[in-house]
DNA sequence: AACGATTTCAACCGCAAGACT
DNA sequence: TAGTCTTGCGGTTGAAATCGT
């Protein structure tokens, strides 16, 4: 070690760091370090961006959830598979494993092991509970095989979460196995090496908690990232049931308070955070995108239960905190495509549906991401350090603490842009090949485009609540947004590089005071986009019917403009 | 409203290896 | 060659969320 001592807050020069869990703030602030120095070298990135971190703590920082090429939110089932798979193969080698699944860190790779581990250990103790319940013999979970810890195959050796008496109290009902489950087991006990297949048929009686969860209405809860997969996306292996036609979770289970259980647990939020979206940690963001848009689905928890907890209904969109999402660092960093031209947005006039992509890149990177530097309007300087004494960067001025790079993540800022502009929820393409996520297939337009987390293949934005519904919606920077990305009418028509860079123009929105939006509205039935019936969620609602977008949902999205090119024929 | 069980995840920790001086 | 720095890895921890009762 070399940065932190016993305490792990000193480095040997007994410089002090900060520790704990990194705010929005400082994910900006690196984020547009890194993108200005590159990466390398964290201590002095560290030390030149100002923030009161260990370099190593930067690096990780960066690494495993800020840099564009993480890719956050559940694995995928294909992933799923891929892990346990190379886990057999390779060991507990997480970063090698890593390279296989790409956008995917280690540490989250190594999280979804440990949580497939302990899924096998209940699952064997609660094989182990009932067989010897059968027998009439005593249930201790020290007599289960392997208890000290897990074998090399991962199975049974963990019981840190389950009490013996737990175990060998639990009711005969059972849960319906391949049906329910804490973490996906529909999906994951049917996994090659999985609990389903070696016992598929054998849990009479599972844990207290998942009893009671399962149990009560007949069906267990399906757990966010289940939701997740459910929410639109292609993969193999859907839910086999409950699911709407639009593939959107609307199954037993779901209703009413109980509507789209969330996972349990997850690290805490930052103070900020908490303040705005209590319940709408990063990695819950996928799921409150496919919910929130997902009709039925609803929101995470139930509307009741975020009243009764928020004192307001849920929001839609989700954290700060998640790539793809306004305000996320990554959504402040403009993919790199070399070669790429970008394309400007008009002024004045309510942009197309297709312009409004491709400004995408502004909901992404508000200011411009030239490289070097972020935005052209900013002015260059020599050092962070002369951000921060002058303040010149940031037209917010005296709000808070100096920060040179206010100017480019505020959530002022971003709002502006929606006070302006039709509404978030598009997405940008950082690849001008056909992103698997917009395939034509419906998922593009997806609730979960909106928000989620996945940043790459489809980054979007998001319509955090962060952005309609702080105070601070009120400021109105003057900027030149360009694009590098195939808009989707572009992609649609089948395009498969981004058009030649059209003529510079400026945008100059006009000032936009607070937003009023309405908390809650009823969306008109739409047959085009029927998926986004039935939106729980008043503040996506709200968003999709932004001022400049009279159409309502996305209808107005598509429909506002004379120069829209309207939506896919394909998207169903 | 409070509780206990459970979960996930980000962040931390300690170590090792390679690079640098 | 030795000492220091930097980076990376795998294991562990703890916060805070869920649920039903």
Known sequence: MSEDSEDGSKDRKGQDFKKGLWTQEEDNTLALCVQRFKEGNWSTIAMKCGLQRSGKSCRLRWVKHLSPHVRS???????????????????????????????????????????????????????????????????DVAMLPGYEGYDSEGTLRDSSHMGGSQLGSTEEEGESEGDTGQYGSSYLDALPGGPYEEASSSASSGDTQRMRMAGAHGHAPRMPHQMYHMGGTKSPGMPPHGMAPGGWQQGPGLGGSRLGQMRGGGGPLPQHQQMHMR???????????????????????????????NGHAPLAGGARGHPGQAGHPQALLAPQHPGAPRQLTPAGGPPSFSKMMQDASLVGGFAGFEPGWPSPHMPKLESMEEGMQSNTVSPLGGAGPPNPFQYLTSPTSLAHHFATKPIGGFSQFPNPAPSPRFDGSGSAFSPRFDASPRYGSGFKFDLSPRFDMSPRFEASPTGTFESNKLSPADHFAGASSVPAKKPATSYSPSPA???????????????????????????LASLLVSPKCEGGAFGGLFNDSPDNEGPPASRQ
């Open 73 to 139: 939110g559940p694995l995928t089932e294909e992933e799923q598979r891929k892990v346990i798979e190379l886990q057999k193969v390779h060991g507990n080698k997480w970063s090698h494993i890593a390279q296989f699944l790409p956008g995917r860190s280690d540490n989250t790779i190594k999280n979804f092991w440990n949580s497939h581990r302990k899924r096998l250990a209940r699952r064997a103790a609660r094989e182990a509970a009932a067989r010897a319940k059968a027998q009439g013999l005593a249930y």
């Open 279 to 309: 319940q709408l940690r990063p990695s819950r963001l996928s799921i409150a995108g496919a919910t929130d848009g997902g009709a039925a689905g609803g929101p995470l928890m139930g509307p009741s239960q975020l009243q009764r907890k």
């Open 513 to 539: 005071p607070f937003m009023s939006l309405p908390r809650s509205l009823s969306l008109p039935p739409d047959p085009a986009y029927g998926r986004f019936h039935g939106l729980e969620s008043p503040t």
